[in-house]
């Protein structure tokens, strides 16, 4: 058993990490997913891309999310704090989430080219409710969920 969901932040600070980011775009390249009711996209963001480019696809995406779910939860993985991988939780949101409606999970991660201490990896779950949200941190923020 491992704890997935113990790393919460705003998601103020999530955009600000994410800006950070953009403020050295030579020293980064990562993906975004998207997973929801209705659609499963990744995007990449590999040498040689633009940066801005790949700043607006997630902001837009971003966007998009907070249009159909507005009640965000946010968390971050760090190998520092020995989290498990980004595509653990991923798939732990996925699951977990499945008996409420019109979820989006959205995994950022930003990788350093030169260092792994630069990484910024990040899973926003969105919900259309409030009481999903709240729901969801009550029963698994800083539980213990099964793998």
Known sequence: MTIYFKAAISDDVAFGMIEQCFSDPD?????LDIFGDHTEQTISWSKG???DEFKDQITDALRSAWETARF???YERREDRDDVGTNEIRRAAID??????GVIVITLSLLGRRS???DLE???LCFQE???RRNFRVRYDGKFVPA
């Open 116 to 118: 792994s201490a630069n």
């Open 130 to 132: 409030d009481a999903q």
């Open 72 to 74: 965000w939860q946010v």
């Open 122 to 124: 990040l899973v926003f």
């Open 96 to 101: 977990l989430t499945r008996a409420y409606g």
């Open 27 to 31: 020293d980064y390249d990562g993906y």
């Open 49 to 51: 891309r633009s940066a």
